[in-house]
């Protein structure tokens, strides 16, 4: 897909690690100018206080092939929000084609446990960082995709439709989730007079920095991991669900799959692209048939 997206402008939020670095590197792959937003910066990090900063992922976005701009960005503050939408504004003559809403800054608030025993603070401030966020950042941001009247709006989640039907380990957690794949859906009855498509997107199970980190291994040695945890067999690369929202952005009819829940898997068996490595992991059928199904012997080869 290299040089589809020549000349298109991109914005990724929550760029600074994981999916959003992952997309955000496609899409420059891809030949996109990509402004990236996080609160990682080479001065100082977020409360998550990981390595990972909002002006390498920028570097890998140009050294792909596009052009990367770091924007320094809380979701939380409209002021913000509103000063990257000037800088996108007065830099892109206001041009803005696609918008990946995948702020999140949930890790370190959510217990895994019943709500009554979950602290409250905690619980609140993960709803207000992982949904919150994504609403200034469309009531901000849409009015350039509306003003041109075309454009991608990409709500990033986790899990589609078929995990949104069961219970997800934690209130909070799940809550945000859900109402952030329901943004997808109801976007497309705002945007799609509009000329704007809208979706929800989720990869599988996402070999992140911090994923990697947590099981011991690199990119380069992952299957190690399996011993760990079975299902990480099923994991994908943040480049997978990056290569799946280019495909989306260069589909010229990308409308047909306005207001749906999508995952990383579903669209690889439609536009035929494939993780890093060649394969094609399909986590979500997979855990709807391993996990949640009665294929408990399922053979996760068959999945990839």
Known sequence: MNGSLEGKVALVTGATRGAGRGMAVELGAAGATVYVTGRSTRESRSPVNRPETIEETAELVT???????????????PAAVRALARKITDEQSGRLDVLVDDTWGGD????????????LDNGLRAVRN?????????????PLLVERGRGLVVEITDGDDIFNARYRGSMFFDLVKVAITRLGKVLSEELTPHGITSVSLTPGFLRSEAMLEGFGVTEGNWRDGIVKDKWFAIS?????????????AADADVARWSGQAL???????????????????????FFADAHFGDRKDADVDDYR
């Open 108 to 119: 370190g608030w959510i217990e895994w446990k019943p709500i009554w025993e979950h602290d």
């Open 236 to 248: 994908e690369t943040p480049r997978y669900i990056g290569r799946a929202v280019v495909a989306l």
């Open 263 to 285: 995952s990383t898997g579903v669209l690889a068996t439609h536009y035929g692209f494939t993780d890093i490595d060649g394969s094609r992991p399909q986590a979500s059928r």
């Open 63 to 77: 050294q792909a092939g596009g052009r990367g701009i770091p924007v320094r960005c809380d979701h939380m503050d």
């Open 130 to 142: 992982g949904l919150e966020t994504h609403l200034i950042t469309l009531h901000t941001l849409l």
